[in-house]
């Protein structure tokens, strides 16, 4: 007795989708999303000064760090938050007593049109409080 194979019926194979590529790239794009959503901030609009490029490395995004803005006014905010020069003393005060390792690095963003003597104030203010790391945020041309 000979036995006949037949092929597969074609429309039965096509019926059914592999959604492994499309869950695969679902994660992915949800890993990404993730990572990059503490990145981006809320913060006061503030025009930065320039700086040529290469002037600098891109911030490091594993680090913690507290933005300070200074308007063009003068006026203080602390991330999104306005503040007084008090309210940045108590909270420099705050973190400063966080152990070494877990200090924040104070990024300070201040207008372009601002005098220099605010942004030295506010560095002043921070090392007055024992906080060492301290960065100056610029725009590349």
Do not use: W
Request: with cysteine; net charge positive; hydrophobic share 45%.
């Amino acid at each position: 007795m000979a036995r006949s194979f037949s092929k597969p019926n074609r429309l039965h194979v096509l019926n059914e989708l592999n959604v492994t590529p499309m869950l695969d790239l679902c994660f992915v794009l949800l890993i990404i999303f993730m990572i990059a959503t503490p990145v981006l901030e809320q913060t006061t609009a503030v025009n930065l000064p320039k700086a040529d490029k290469g002037a600098g490395k891109a911030p490091d995004t594993k680090a913690q760090h507290r933005i300070v803005s200074i308007d063009r006014n003068g006026g203080l905010s602390l991330g999104a938050r306005p503040v007084t020069t008090a309210q940045l003393e108590a909270e420099f005060a705050a973190l400063a007593a966080l152990p070494d390792a877990e200090q924040p690095i104070v990024r300070i963003r201040g207008d372009g049109a601002l005098s220099y003597q605010k942004i030295i104030d506010v560095l002043s203010l921070a090392k007055a409080k024992g906080l060492t790391k301290a960065a100056l945020d610029t725009e590349t041309r």
